[in-house]
């Protein structure tokens, strides 16, 4: 079942903006994975953030954690033109074959010039 | 570029036709995955193998037919799909399927249009 809720769905900001993406999830976590997909392609990975961190830092990226509230948010510091793509939080599933990957429907990010 | 990638890229395919899709990693990885993505709905998960055995299926119906030969490559049968089976297939790897922490690595997918 969906685990991960991005918010926004879409989001449109001018490059040189800060760009913000919040995940919402439902049940305890291990970890939380943030990534990114460009458009009919490949996801990526960005950051993964573990239940005990608060935040943590890539480049321009920054994640940010709080397990009381089951929410994640990824921030990208001055946008540009090429961060256009879909993002997407996932958060890990155990099952009987051992841990999955639980992805939401993603925010769509456009960065214009 | 990212170690692991899929063929056909497209595929158009008629309702009564049979096809497969191709995955290949060459990251020296363990588990392997078929996520099924449409438009507007989250990635879902269908099948995962570790050590070339199938660990789950994600009541995924019997027209999708999983393979792995071994732990570089998989496939994804396809036969008598429907119209609503059109979506964008990706494949993945990680290194295995016990570590929370595991990455998983996508290939580019395969976009299927079933007519």
């Known amino acids: 079942s969906q685990q991960g809720e991005e918010d926004p769905q879409a989001l449109s900001i001018q490059e040189g903006e800060n760009a913000t993406m919040n995940c919402s999830y439902k049940?305890?976590?291990?970890?939380l994975q943030w990534y990114r997909q460009n458009s009919g392609r490949g996801l990526v990975h960005l950051i993964l953030?573990?239940?005990?961190?608060r935040e943590k830092h890539s480049g321009r990226l920054r994640v940010t954690l709080d397990t009381s509230k089951k929410s994640s948010s990824l921030l990208i510091t001055a946008s540009r033109a090429a961060d256009t793509a879909s993002y997407f939080c996932?958060?890990?599933?155990?099952?009987?074959?051992?841990?999955?990957?639980?992805f939401g429907k993603g925010t769509s990010l456009l960065v214009t010039p | 570029e990212t170690g692991v990638t899929q063929t056909p890229r497209h595929l158009v395919m008629g309702m009564t036709n049979k096809k497969s899709l191709k995955c290949e990693q060459h990251?020296?990885?363990?588990?392997m995955y078929w996520y099924k993505q449409s438009a507007k709905k989250p990635l879902e998960l269908m099948f995962v193998?570790?050590?070339?055995?199938?660990?789950e299926n994600n009541s995924v119906p019997s027209r999708f037919s999983p393979e792995c030969p071994n732990s570089s490559h998989l496939f994804l049968h396809l036969h008598t799909l429907q119209p609503e089976d059109s979506a964008l297939y990706l494949c993945?790897?990680?290194?295995?399927?016990?570590?929370?922490?595991?990455?998983?690595?996508f290939g580019p997918g395969t976009r299927l249009t079933v007519l």
């Open positions: 049940t305890s976590i291990n970890n």
């Open positions: 953030i573990r239940s005990n961190e």
């Open positions: 996932a958060t890990d599933l155990l099952s009987n074959s051992g841990y999955a990957l639980n």
């Open positions: 993945a790897s990680s290194q295995d399927t016990g570590s929370s922490t595991d990455t998983q690595y």
């Open positions: 193998y570790s050590l070339e055995e199938r660990v």
């Open positions: 990251l020296g990885h363990n588990a």
